[in-house]
């Protein structure tokens, strides 16, 4: 076991950090390493079943921690894209897909249960890929989360239809066919319960003792205990472990849930990609090449256009409907069991189950190549790259409208200055525009944006945009072409405002940096300091270390002469709070 272990960790290593320097992602890393040590490559691991079933814990703690994140009350407000359009496209695509596969020649319950197999898609796959790029929050990203969560449920009753699909319907009575949906609520609503009556109370007196291992182990007790009960009851564990997240979402231990669980699933879904590598048929498709290129083909075409028309018609802009047809055009984890089930009750026979198999794991395989490429193209297909400005020429543009942002175009309408605000997520124009603000979407490092804006004619730029390499862009590119333009920028942190200045930018604020002054000064008189000392310390700080950072501003790219001077300004600043400590104490 040390050796298959020493071997899975040795392949992650190498594969995923050469993978994501390609600018493939982790999880293509993971698959190709699966496919050099598996059965069909190195032969290095030949057990796959073992390590697929045992690695899918990996999607259970996803699906928990992902939980984790949703309070109760915000997953009842995704209750009408959950069902709305996670139903419809489990529907249209088991519809299609199906008939697909009968014009192919399979018989009715065959294609049926393949086109509804290969509507899922995989959770672990998709969600991870949306994670490693920040896009779990943006608009396809909520609408994936939904279907997803709606294939999780739908799942569920299908896999109790096998039985019946298989002709042992008409020996069961009434009772016997209810049995399962009954149990099944009934060990919801065992799980909603004591989630909120009696496992709260256990993890106080757990945290309490202030062990952090056995907190650790509780929290991956909560886990397994849920999935297993949900299994126990025909139910997908992942779901088990979804339900769970949910219900502990709103409690004093999601933090601390979260910070233990974490390591455990990013190394059980590598665990799983690997083992997904692992487990594709190169047999199979070195038989027979173009069947199963041309049905991934199919799949990935079918699927991901069907998903495009269900974007938007829920509205997403036409880019957002097109990644999420992309992200979600595979097949997925699901199908495995689905086909499984249905191979053991003899509904499909053993060569269409075997190429199903390869077909799901070669979609899965293509998606973060795929999705990587239309991120990449993203730009030139969006059509229109902002909206048309038609209002009057502002003296002040405004690039980025979120919190930093909001609070100077207030003070600003207050005092009734005009200024143009640009903003590159459309989801927050949405959100702005239903409060009645006027704003623009685009991205303000294009310069046919800032020459719609009227940059030529405006006299002051605000940069609040938080991506490093944005803020940059945009500050080099006006003062390029917009010399005239004075900008006010905010940063990051020390070096990100240390690369502005070196830009020729002419005021910098620090994110936070005000507001952490005032905490300072505030613990300060807490601590028994008469407020005007309190204010005198911070003042010395905040003037030195604006002074520091102008001197910073020749030598910060090199590392040495940098660390040199932040050590001198630390002695310089202690001798200053020394000398007027000591003229206090004459």
Known sequence: ?????????????????????????????????????????????????????????????????????????????????????????????????????LGLGVAPVPALIAGFGLAMSSTAFVLRMLAERNELASREGRLAFAILLFQDLAIIPFLALVPALAGNADEMTIAAKAAPTLRALAVIALV?????????????????????????????????????????????????????????????????????????????????????????????????????????????????????????????????????????????????????????????????????????????????????????????????????IDGPEAPVIVAGFGPFGQIVGRILRLKKIRFTVLEKSMEQVDFVRRFGNKIYYGDAARLELLRAAHAGKARILVISISRVETSLAIAESVRHHFPHLKIFAVANDRNHALRLLDLGVHHVIRRAYLSSLEMGRRLLVALGEAEPEADRAVRTFREHDEATLLKQQALYRNEKQLIQSAQDAARELEQLFEADQSGKDR
């Open 1 to 101: 076991m040390l050796h298959d272990i020493a071997i899975f960790l040795a392949a992650a290593v190498i594969a995923v950090p050469l993978s994501r320097r390609l600018g493939l992602g982790a999880v293509l890393g993971y698959l190709g390493a699966g496919l050099v040590i598996g059965p069909w490559g190195l032969k290095l691991v030949t057990d796959v079943d073992s390590i697929l079933k045992f690695s899918e814990f990996g999607v259970v703690l996803l699906l928990f921690l992902i939980g984790l994140e949703l309070r109760p009350e915000r997953l009842w407000r995704l209750r009408g894209a959950v069902f709305g359009l996670g139903g419809a496209q489990v529907a249209a695509t088991t519809a299609v897909l199906a008939a697909v596969a």
């Open 192 to 388: 909603a319960a004591a989630g909120r009556y009696a496992l709260r109370p256990a993890l106080r007196l757990l945290a309490a003792a202030n062990i952090p291992e056995i907190f650790t182990a509780a929290a991956l007790l909560v886990v397994v205990g849920t999935s297993l009960l949900m299994e126990a009851a025909g139910l997908s564990m992942s779901l088990g472990a979804f339900l769970a997240g949910v219900l502990l979402a709103d409690s004093e231990f999601r933090h601390e849930l979260q910070a233990d669980l974490e390591p455990f699933k990013g190394l059980l879904l590598g665990l799983f990609f690997i083992a997904v590598g692992m487990s594709v048929n190169l047999g199979l498709l070195r038989e027979a090449p173009g069947t199963v290129l041309g049905l991934v083909a199919g799949l990935l075409l079918v699927k991901g256009a069907l998903l495009y028309a269900i974007g938007r018609l829920a509205s997403a802009p036409p880019e957002a409907a097109r990644a999420l047809g992309v992200a979600l055009s595979q097949g997925g984890e699901f199908a495995f069991v689905l086909f499984g089930v249905a191979a053991s009750a003899s509904l499909i026979d053993a060569p269409l189950h075997q190429l199903l198999l390869v077909v799901v794991t070669v979609s899965m395989a293509t998606t973060p190549p795929l999705y990587a490429l239309q991120a990449r193209l993203r730009k030139p297909l969006t059509g229109p790259a902002f909206d048309a």
